[in-house]
């Protein structure tokens, strides 16, 4: 009799329990957001800046991000560069950085953008080369990568004056473009909120 008596208030405590339950779940980033695949990565290869050939097929396995750059860039490149610094320090601090994920930028502007040029830049912003690429191939074939696998547009002039997208790729372990950030909207592309996409990707 005493159940029954109370079954209703059990009942009531079992429900707030459920749903106290579904929202920690979500607030832990345990419910992971779904991200449709936006197109395939074609395969590359390029030259790192320690002189070794990097292809797609190398980084593979990890979830990436992708970013398009060059280091004579008077604005978006240095504080998006800077951003990624970010994201890089946020992901070491669970083991993700380098362990399930990796970082690549590569420059179209190869002219200029010598192995030494790019690893200046790279060192202002305390890359960790054990799991960020900073890629130089040919000008033509990057500017094709960068628009016919990201939908990246790059315009050049002959005085290496450059207007070009400012955006962050996520990529999957498969080589699958998941999800494009505009890197110039601080809210969009929070590090953040960048990190906490990475980590689902990598759980998926």
Known sequence: MIFKKYIWTW????????MAGYLIYNALDFGTE????????????????????VSLEDTEG??????????SCPDVC?????????????????????????FVSITFDPKVDTKEAIKEF???????????????GDAEETKRLARESFKILIEGDKADNFVHANLIALVDKDNNIRKIYNASDAEEAAPDIIARDVRNIVRE
Do not use: H
Request: charged share 25%.
């Open 11 to 18: 009942i009531l405590l079992l429900i707030a329990a459920i």
């Open 34 to 53: 779904k991200y449709p695949e936006l197109g395939k990565v074609e395969s590359f290869t390029m030259e790192n800046i320690d002189g070794s050939n």
């Open 62 to 71: 990890k979830t990436r991000l992708f970013y398009f750059f060059f280091t």
């Open 78 to 102: 240095p504080v998006t560069t800077f951003s990624m610094s970010q994201i890089q320090d946020l992901l070491k601090e669970d083991g993700t950085f380098g362990k399930d994920a990796s």
């Open 122 to 136: 790279a060192d202002r912003f305390k890359a960790d080369y054990s799991g960020w690429y900073f890629l130089r």
